[in-house]
């Protein structure tokens, strides 16, 4: 039986499932999921070195303008109103934004947004087309270095796809201004 340390708790892991990419086929590549006999957390213990290599440049089908992104937003709405139920406006970064269409609705919301985003196509999109400052890295650790007091920080649906997930949440946190929330 192979197994392994919980990125987590640190406790044993076994092997739980494995898998492959079968939605994009860019790899043969078979993934090991483990599962803490602990913590009863489900991880991925061959991390890819180059995560990049499974987001090519077409991986999002980016709306030519702002008003296609917003003709095709409602259901990305439910997103803000969680957000202002804590908090009403301030300063918003999102974490894997794709090209934009939460951080766009947040925009005109009242929030003062910034996104990190590691698709170059979907930079270019949110800062030229939806005047968004984007940051373009598929590092957000590093990218967070210099970013402070954030009201609001959010990943929808990125955990899963980093490879140091705790580091990045604790990365967040550290940027959050006192009373500020983090979203996942």
């Given at each position: 039986m192979?197994?392994?340390?919980?990125?987590?708790?640190s406790?044993?892991?076994?092997?739980?499932l494995?898998?492959?990419?079968?939605?994009?086929?860019?790899?043969?590549?078979?993934?090991?999921?483990?599962?803490?006999?602990s913590c009863?957390?489900?991880?991925l213990?061959n991390?890819?070195?180059?995560l990049?290599?499974?987001?090519?440049?077409?991986?999002?089908?980016?709306?030519?303008?702002?008003?296609?992104?917003?003709?095709?937003s409602?259901?990305?709405?439910?997103?803000?109103?969680?957000?202002?139920?804590?908090?009403k406006?301030?300063r918003l970064?999102?974490?894997g934004?794709?090209?934009?269409t939460?951080?766009?609705?947040?925009?005109?919301s009242?929030?003062?947004v910034?996104?990190?985003?590691?698709?170059?196509q979907?930079?270019?999109?949110?800062q030229?087309?939806?005047?968004?400052?984007?940051i373009?890295?598929?590092?957000?650790?590093?990218?967070?270095g210099?970013?402070?007091d954030?009201?609001?920080?959010?990943?929808?649906?990125?955990?899963?796809?980093l490879?140091?997930?705790?580091m990045?949440?604790?990365?967040?946190?550290?940027?959050l201004?006192?009373?500020g929330?983090?979203?996942?």
């Open positions: 192979i197994r392994s340390k919980c990125p987590f708790c406790e044993q892991g076994v092997f739980f494995c898998a492959k990419d079968y939605n994009r086929r860019i790899s043969n590549e078979v993934f090991l999921y483990h599962k803490c006999l009863e957390l489900i991880y213990v991390l890819p070195e180059n990049s290599k499974y987001y090519p440049a077409d991986y999002y089908a980016i709306p030519k303008d702002k008003e296609s992104l917003l003709a095709n409602a259901q990305d709405r439910y997103k803000v109103d969680i957000i202002q139920q804590f908090i406006r301030g970064l999102e974490i934004s794709a090209y934009g939460f951080a766009c609705l947040a925009n005109q009242g929030f003062d910034n996104v990190i985003e590691m698709n170059k979907c930079c270019d999109f949110i030229n087309k939806l005047g968004i400052r984007a373009h890295s598929g590092d957000p650790i590093t990218a967070l210099s970013l402070l954030y009201d609001v920080i959010t990943l929808w649906q990125v955990l899963e796809h490879l140091d997930p705790w990045v949440l604790t990365a967040a946190a550290e940027r201004a006192p009373g929330i983090l979203v996942l």
